[in-house]
């Protein structure tokens, strides 16, 4: 069951790897508006591109022909809001140049599963964010927060700039994670996944290495707790 995960995680990371190649046709196209208001959670299902900017006008729109922007599920649920697209119809969505432009105020959440590449257009001033990670995907986040909390068990790379008071890290995942340009106070890291992890922390550091690959900080931090295990290794820069 393990290696079929693996098997499948593969594959869809190669779909999302298909995005910067996909086919733009002559179809019509046009841009659909969604009203959305007060939101500051964020779950995104299936595999497409997604351009997240902070701005006081809330709003959420989709670049693309019609039958294209229809296959994309929109719902929002108090402070939740929802966008998904079955693993059926990914493949064409992202063939079809399709877009989701998405502007809010303040976000304090964000989860995704089977995501595509999902990026920040400029800096997100946060408060406390917590990012939730599975499935596949390609992220790349800048931001300031107080407090950062990245759950992570996903296929893909994700990389954070920016800074924050506390970081806290769990990989469980495969792939790359760089955050060595997100400057961080403290950071709590806990890795038992395949690939790089890099961070970069200036107070106090606390780590815990039990997986395969390599974890990089710098910063020159006080290590409050160490423990490394398994073949994993360890560069302090």
Do not use: W
Not at 86 to 112: H, I, P, Q, W, Y
């Amino acid at each position: 069951m393990k290696n079929y995960s693996l098997f499948l995680s593969l594959f869809l990371l190669l779909i999302l790897c298909s995005c910067d190649s996909r086919d733009n046709d002559n179809a019509e196209k046009e841009t659909k508006s969604f009203d959305i208001e007060g939101v500051s959670r964020l779950k995104v299902d299936g595999i497409f591109n997604l351009h997240i900017k902070q701005g006081d006008m809330e709003s959420l729109t989709i670049e693309g022909s019609p039958e294209m922007i229809d296959l994309l599920t929109v719902r929002q649920r108090g402070d939740l809001l929802e966008l998904n697209i079955s693993e059926k119809d990914s493949r064409t969505f992202n063939k079809k140049g399709t877009k989701v432009n998405l502007t809010v105020a303040d976000l304090s959440e964000m989860e995704f599963e089977g995501a595509g590449n999902i990026t920040t257009v400029g800096n997100l001033d946060l408060a406390d964010f917590r990012l939730i990670g599975r499935g596949v995907g390609k992220v790349h986040m800048e931001l300031e927060a107080d407090y950062l909390e990245a759950d992570l068990n996903f296929v893909g790379s994700l990389t954070l700039k920016g800074a924050a008071r506390e970081f806290s890290l769990l990989n469980e995942g495969i792939g790359n994670i760089d955050a060595s340009k997100l400057i961080s106070q403290k950071v709590d890291l806990i890795s038992s996944g395949i690939g790089k992890v890099a961070v970069h922390c200036e107070d106090e550091l606390s780590l815990e290495v039990n997986g395969i690959g390599t974890v990089s900080y710098t910063g020159n931090p006080t290590v409050v707790h160490e423990n490394i295990q398994g073949i994993g290794k360890v560069n302090r820069n």
